[in-house]
Nanobody
Framework: QVQLEESGGGLVQAGGSLRLSCAFS????????MGWFRQAPGKEREFVAA????????GYGHSVRGRFTISRDNTKNTVYLQMDSLNPEDTAVYFC?????????????????WGQGAQVTVSS
């Protein structure tokens, strides 16, 4: 059974940076595509970023493209989300997720397992 645990969330001022980590366990990490989603209060879950099993392919949501970077270290069973130039609209709970297979990899329904989420709050 896959288990995912996010860390690295917190409070940051607008313009600052944070790096989220997601530790994966329970299966062979290198065979899973990984994604990050976020959900703000009163809003639907939003796609943030995804990365292929080997790390050679990435994709980003429109609102974060150019500011966020997804990466993975298959030797550490960990996926990362580097978030730069943060603004208050980035405030949300951030979830990592794993997929045995995904097509576009930007739909929440494509992912099999989810972490509990990490709160990110950006103050103005």
């Amino acid at each position: 059974q896959v288990q995912l645990e996010e860390s690295g969330g917190g409070l940051v001022q607008a313009g600052g940076s944070l790096r989220l980590s997601c530790a994966f366990s329970g299966h062979a990490f290198r065979t899973f595509a990984m994604g990050w989603f976020r959900q703000a209060p009163g809003k639907e879950r939003e796609f943030v970023a995804a990365i292929s099993w080997g790390g050679g392919s990435t994709g980003y949501g429109h609102s974060v493209r150019g500011r966020f970077t997804i990466s993975r270290d298959n030797t550490k069973n960990t996926v990362y989300l580097q978030m730069d130039s943060l603004n208050p609209e980035d405030t949300a709970v951030y979830f990592c997720a794993s997929a045995t297979f995904c097509g576009s990899c930007n739909g929440a329904h494509e992912y099999d397992s989810w972490g509990q989420g990490a709160q990110v709050t950006v103050s103005s």
